[in-house]
């Protein structure tokens, strides 16, 4: 009885580390994710694990854990011989990617306009005109940033955890593609009428119609990155 006393943690302290050690490893990734995103680590560029350290001023192990959950994730490839270095999709990668995104967020907008609650309505409302304001100050991580929080409050709405899961691994391999291709004025102005149309047919819970815009919301967007990738001539 007493050895099994004395292997029982004698206090709640105990758990502190893991939860601190938990937070970093959020914050590396998260970090990396933006860096991925963002465009400042493009398709192909090979990871310096000593620079990525300085850069975020952390050690190699929460690095290479948080490099671990990215190549799962398909956003990093990583070579036992050759290290690791941000993905690249091939254009039939991105074809295919942006048709099961478009059929998965028209599904989460037809579930969201039975499901969502006024709270969730409200908050897609305020993080619309928060998009607004990013777009018109030419804010443009601002502007993506609550973008991609209005899709993702969607599919929270739909109240499906299948679709969700599903959706958060597809969407994370094309948040980079889909934050380049708005860099250019016309498309921010079509993606922002987009936008207001789908808060118009989601508080008139018009599934049908929100399924419909969604879908080709994202078919442009492929169409848009497509474009993008045949101009740099890649």
Not at 71 to 86: C, H, K, M, Q, Y
Not at 112 to 131: F, G, T, V
Not at 147 to 159: E, K, P, Q, V, W
Request: charged share 25%; proline share 3%; with cysteine.
């Amino acid at each position: 009885m007493q050895n099994t006393q004395s292997a029982e943690p004698s206090s709640p302290l105990q758990l502190m580390p893991k939860v601190e050690r938990q937070q970093l490893h959020d914050t590396v990734l998260e970090h990396l994710r933006s860096f991925i995103t963002e465009g400042i680590l493009l398709p192909g560029t090979k990871l310096n694990e000593r620079q990525l350290c300085e850069t975020l001023g952390v050690s190699r192990t929460p690095l290479r854990e948080a490099l671990k959950v990215l190549a799962v994730e398909g956003l990093i490839d990583i070579s036992p011989n050759r290290g690791a270095s941000v993905a690249r999709m091939s254009e039939l990668e991105i074809c295919e990617a942006f048709e099961l995104i478009s059929g998965l967020e028209a599904f989460a907008g037809e579930l969201a306009c039975e499901r969502i609650s006024e709270q969730q309505l409200a908050d897609i409302k305020a993080l619309h005109q928060a998009m607004v304001a990013s777009k018109n100050q030419h804010d443009l991580p601002g502007y993506y940033q609550r973008n991609r929080a209005i899709h993702d409050m969607i599919s929270l709405a739909a109240g499906n955890s299948v679709l969700r899961h599903t959706y958060l691994i597809i969407n994370r391999r094309l948040q980079a593609l889909r934050y380049l291709s708005n860099q250019q004025s016309p498309k921010w102005e079509r993606a922002l009428h987009d936008h207001e149309q789908m808060l118009a047919a989601l508080e008139a819970r018009d599934g049908k119609r929100l399924g419909q815009i969604l879908r080709q919301h994202l078919l442009d967007k492929r169409d848009a990155v497509l474009a993008m990738l045949k101009t740099a001539g890649q």
